[in-house]
């Protein structure tokens, strides 16, 4: 949760957000040494009487100056490259979920069940009102002109659409003494629960695979503990 005034990132929920999190404060000791050895030369060569007269070129400098930048690069190079195969390798996933956008709901599946899907609507399909119709589709008439080619780019297929999360276990989800990147976490997260209770489906297959007893348990957890 972030504060007023806050110098620096939030505190890390993830293991992926540590490694930035230490990557950040490693890549600025770099830029503050690289900062503080630039501004201390330039002090000297302003303050000093002592001009070379005589020296026309100086290799040894030359070949400092090019190879140390290159080194620091490349081991910056290194620590953000293992934290990019981090980010993009899924080591046994507990659950996959599978979303697709349309015009105007989402739709989800649980790959990892055989029939599980559904459509998220606002309005479920049951308060709807007699003769009342649910708007699926725009009408590209309004929108687009009719009978010409269009390009449609919505997403870039392949791995650049998928995203790993880790999601913290039970114990530290209803316990907001165990850690304190949970108990911010909590408190970032709280509104949006209850804005989405109206919404909520829960479904009896996912139900024995869960770390806690209920969805809706957790959620009322969730709810006290920020309430206190």
């Not at 081991?75 to 015009?103: C, F, W």
């Not at 998220?120 to 049951?126: D, F, K, L, R, V």
């Not at 725009?138 to 870039?156: A, F, W």
């Not at 709280?190 to 209920?214: D, E, I, T, V």
Request: with cysteine; aromatic share 8%; proline share 5%.
């Amino acid at each position: 949760m972030a504060y007023p005034s806050q110098l620096g990132l939030q505190d890390a929920t993830s293991p992926i957000m540590e490694e930035l999190m230490n990557f950040h404060d490693h890549t600025l000791m770099i830029v503050f040494l690289i900062s503080s050895l630039v501004l201390y030369i330039i002090t000297l060569m302003l303050t000093t009487k002592l001009t070379h007269t005589s020296t026309m070129d100086a290799q040894e400098v030359e070949t400092i100056w090019t190879i140390l930048p290159a080194v620091i690069l490349i081991l910056i190079a290194l620590l953000s490259l293992r934290i990019l195969y981090m980010m993009d390798e899924i080591n046994n996933p507990v659950l996959t979920v599978k979303t697709m956008g349309h015009q105007w709901y989402w739709s989800y599946e649980y790959t990892d069940y055989e029939d599980l899907c559904f459509d998220s609507y606002m309005i479920p399909t049951s308060d709807l009102k007699p003769c009342k119709l649910r708007l699926l589709e725009v009408d590209n008439r309004v929108v687009l002109p009719m009978e010409l080619p269009h390009l449609y780019t919505n997403l870039l297929g392949g791995r650049s659409s998928l995203m790993s999360r880790t999601i913290l276990g039970p114990y530290d989800w209803c316990n907001s003494g165990t850690s304190k990147s949970s108990h911010h976490l909590l408190k970032s997260t709280s509104l949006m629960l209850w804005a989405m209770l109206s919404n909520l489906r829960l479904y009896p297959q996912l139900h024995g695979n869960c770390p806690w007893n209920s969805a809706s348990q957790m959620l009322r957890k969730l709810v006290c503990i920020n309430v206190l």
